[in-house]
């Protein structure tokens, strides 16, 4: 096998952080006065090894510091001129405003989410894919509430639990977050659920944590549809009750419109209810509630299961970057992380979208990690992994090569 077709002048890592432009990363933190405070770790810097860090699943600042310091040579091939010591870190992590992380994720996400979209999703899906936003949030928890106020308490210590909430909206043919908010673990989820931010003949599809009939009259008025599920204790007038059976006499769909009632709020919606059946469980009954008195039952319900695609990103996220463990206590440094997380989240994204061969997520950020500061070209490397594996990591570990 020749080395060209493997061996690359820059690690892995260089390749993959080549979407981010660092003039504009650098601009983007002066406006913010990022670099005021520390000059010797600029804005660019201070990123590329955070993102570094989540992306090998450090746990601590020490670890951080650790493997930098034995990658130094390598490190110069994509900028980096020192390892910042952990004071460094540690300072520009409280003092760094979360703000210029989170402007970078959505410039890159801005630039690049053309390439994140899918058109065979769209084709198998019917037109109403690429209307489609869904929203939820995930909690995720810390040690302390005193900067986080958290829901419940450690089962083993009795004491209160911190924990901060990740609140998302993602479009249905995505698969990233187009719009993250942060707030404590005991803000209600309602909170994201901001009727100005939708327009007309967008979907939005939620679970019922966010039914709040003033929010879903002012989305109704606005022309945006809403699919959510039913809880039980909500009190209607039924206007008028359908039902569609199968050939053998058997429910298939029960159609309600009903109206709500609460002060002055009137709200007229449609309740679809259908029988959930899977393997190895007894049915049940879902009720589903919408505002849109246009398209099937079934058209309803395969809406509300896209909600699978924000569980399924959380899980993603969860399970494949350190969100078990901080890299400071601040409440600016637990946010700093997270956007990092989102942003190595999203390049990898990105990665897998434009590779011919099929990866999961969690196998692809797996060999990232594993040959991120090998000098291998990413894509020709990635798309055929399994040809002499052994040889070249042995021999792209040791050196770049001759010719580049």
């Known amino acids: 096998m ?18 981010l432009n660092k003039e504009k990363i650098l601009q983007i933190s002066r406006s913010l006065g990022g670099e005021r405070y520390i000059k010797s770790f600029d804005g660019f810097t201070h990123l590329i090894t955070m993102l570094y860090a989540v992306i090998m699943r450090f746990d601590s600042v020490r670890e951080i510091e650790t493997s930098m310091i034995a990658e130094v040579r390598k490190l110069h091939h994509i900028g980096i001129d020192s390892v910042p010591k952990r004071s460094t870190l540690s300072d520009a992590n409280s003092r760094r405003s979360e703000k210029f992380f989170e402007e970078v994720y959505r410039d890159l996400y801005e630039t690049n989410k053309s390439k994140l979209t899918s058109d065979s999703r769209c084709n198998r899906s019917g037109n109403w894919l690429k209307h489609l936003r ?9 040690f302390s509430n005193l900067i986080f106020k958290g829901v419940g308490r450690h089962p083993k210590t009795g004491k209160k639990k911190g924990g901060i909430k990740v609140h998302a909206i993602i479009h249905g043919n995505e698969g990233v977050p187009c719009d993250v908010q942060f707030t404590s673990a005991a803000t209600n989820d309602s909170f994201m659920l901001v009727p100005s931010k939708f327009f007309e003949s967008e979907i939005i599809a939620m679970d019922r944590a966010y039914i709040n009939y003033e929010k879903f009259e002012e989305l109704t008025k606005r022309g945006v549809v809403y699919v959510t599920k039913m809880k039980k204790n909500l009190k209607y007038e039924l206007l008028s009750d359908l039902m569609e059976m199968t050939q053998d006499g058997k429910m298939k769909y029960r159609v309600q419109v009903v109206e709500f009632r609460k002060g002055e709020i009137k709200h007229i919606a449609r309740i679809v209810t259908y029988v959930d059946i899977k393997k190895g469980k007894q049915p049940k009954l879902i009720s589903l509630l919408t505002n849109d008195f246009d398209m099937r039952p079934d058209t309803i319900v395969d809406i509300y299961h896209r909600r699978w695609q924000i569980e399924s990103l959380f ?3 969860k399970q494949n970057f350190p969100l078990k463990y901080f890299y400071g206590e601040s409440a600016n440094a637990i946010k700093i992380q997270i956007w990092v997380t989102l942003i190595a989240n999203l390049l990898l994204s990105l990665l897998q979208s434009e590779l011919e061969r099929r990866w999961s997520f969690s196998g692809l950020a797996t060999m990232v990690r594993i040959v991120l500061m090998y000098y291998l070209n990413i894509q020709t490397f990635f798309n055929k992994p399994d040809e002499d594996l052994r040889l070249i990591l042995l021999e792209a570990s040791e050196s770049p090569p001759d010719e580049v």
Do not use: A, C, E, N
């Open 2 to 19: 020749s080395k060209s077709t493997h061996f690359f002048g820059q690690p892995v890592y260089g390749q993959l952080i080549k979407r």
């Open 134 to 142: 869904i929203i939820d949030s995930t909690t995720i928890s810390l």
């Open 315 to 317: 899980k993603q996220i």
